[in-house]
């Protein structure tokens, strides 16, 4: 596995930084022309996901509105159309081990949880009844990228046959390699499947002997002590699953990790980057502009996303991309160009923006902000029900990013 993603991701990297070198200094429409060339990429794992569950929410039809516990019945008595359950039975069997957290062992994935899945489902109708579905979004992204290739290709051979060629050939490895370097991580996770499945095997067999209190304290255990129990009938592990379950709580309630610690042990918060007073600057992914009400969420399924929200989060896995398919733009708050967030942003051409340290803190949800992907930068703007797009309307970062840009 490492050999195939390991050497398709430095192909289809190493491609995207000769093409963003050979467009550096063009004009800014030819530019612009060259940041599609990247989206919408086939064979990317994430995003044919994302799309058969769009493909989903479509044959369910009107049975998606029902409420998600009676939709969870039906489907488990196959109560629903044939050819919905013959796409629930493929999904479940290619994506069914995916899911929020899901390279931890411990996450169920969409075949034990999923009525995340329906929620989603719900979502996507909706999006497509608006004329905003990821199968539509795709095949728009599509349709762009091939004809930003037609137009800068005749662009480069008014440079020179040499020119034209390296264009032609670097693009290629693009479209190849570009959506392959997500294999490793689908692969990682179905093992990570696999050792849960085993893991859940010891844990009944623990729990029958009454060494454990039920099969799923397991994921409380190290291997070394979930070996030494089962080698050892006798042993009793409640204590142990305890004091590890205390462990775990307490890491849980770190939201996240200081980007900074110095020799001494103090942290340090670098100050925000902003461009304007009251502007906050991240790292734009992907470019374009979006404005909307903010939506902030720290899981998948905290509340419904609507098209045209912006979508706030700390960091996104592949359990967040069916999310992101309705999103008007994402803010997170970590990551970089290779992050998965920011890949999925660029396939489907949405606005994204990166490193925005403690951006689920600072933005209001239902606050509308304006992203720029490009730039990279955030800014507070009116609300909808204000009407106009005048600059008297506009309102900048509250007290509360002021106060964290001191930090």
Not at 242 to 262: K, L, Q
């Amino acid at each position: 596995m490492k050999e195939k993603t390991g050497s398709t991701l430095i192909n289809s990297e190493c491609a995207r930084m000769v093409m963003r070198g050979m467009f550096a200094g063009a004009p800014d429409d030819v530019r612009a022309l060259a940041d599609r060339l990247d989206r919408a990429l086939p064979n990317n794992r994430t995003t044919e996901m994302a799309l058969c569950l769009s493909r989903l929410s479509s044959l369910a039809g009107p049975a998606v509105n029902e409420e998600i516990a009676a939709l969870e019945e039906r489907i488990r008595q196959k109560a629903m159309p044939d050819a919905f359950m013959a796409q629930w039975d493929l999904f479940m069997k290619l994506y069914g081990f995916r899911g929020p957290g899901e390279i931890d062992p411990a996450s169920p994935g969409y075949a034990g949880e999923p009525r995340l899945l329906l929620a989603q489902m719900r979502t996507y109708r909706a999006a497509s009844q608006e004329g905003q579905g990821p199968v539509k979004r795709f095949a728009e992204e599509q349709s762009r990228r091939e004809e930003a290739y037609q137009l800068l290709r005749e662009f480069c051979r008014k440079k020179g046959r040499l020119w034209e060629r390296l264009f032609m050939r670097t693009y290629t490895l693009i479209d190849t390699f570009g959506g392959i370097r997500e294999d490793h991580k689908y692969y990682l996770v179905l093992v990570t499947s696999r050792v849960r499945t085993r893991a859940l095997a010891a844990g009944e067999r623990l729990a029958s002997r009454g060494q454990i209190a039920r099969a799923q304290d397991v994921f409380c255990l190290s291997v070394s002590e979930i070996q030494s129990a089962l080698d050892d009938p006798d042993m009793r592990m409640q204590s142990t699953v305890a004091n590890n379950r205390a462990w775990f709580a307490g890491m849980n309630r770190c939201r996240r990790y200081p980007p900074v610690i110095d020799s001494s042990g103090r942290i340090l918060h670098p100050p925000l980057r902003g461009e304007d007073e009251g502007d906050i600057r991240g790292y734009g992914v992907s470019a374009g502009t979006a404005r909307g009400p903010a939506r902030v969420l720290h899981h998948p399924a905290e509340k419904e996303v609507h098209p045209g929200d912006i979508l706030v989060i700390s960091a996104s896995d592949p359990g967040w991309t069916p999310l992101f398919l309705t999103a008007g733009g994402v803010i997170l708050e970590v990551g970089g160009l290779l992050q998965h967030g920011s890949i999925i942003a660029r396939e489907y051409g949405i606005p994204c923006v990166v490193g925005v340290p403690r951006a689920t803190e600072i933005i209001g949800d239902g606050q509308w902000v304006e992203i720029d992907g490009e730039s990279g930068i955030v800014r507070y703007t009116h609300s909808s029900l204000a009407g106009e797009d005048s600059p008297e309307n506009d309102a900048r970062l509250p007290a509360a990013t002021e106060r964290a840009k001191r930090d």
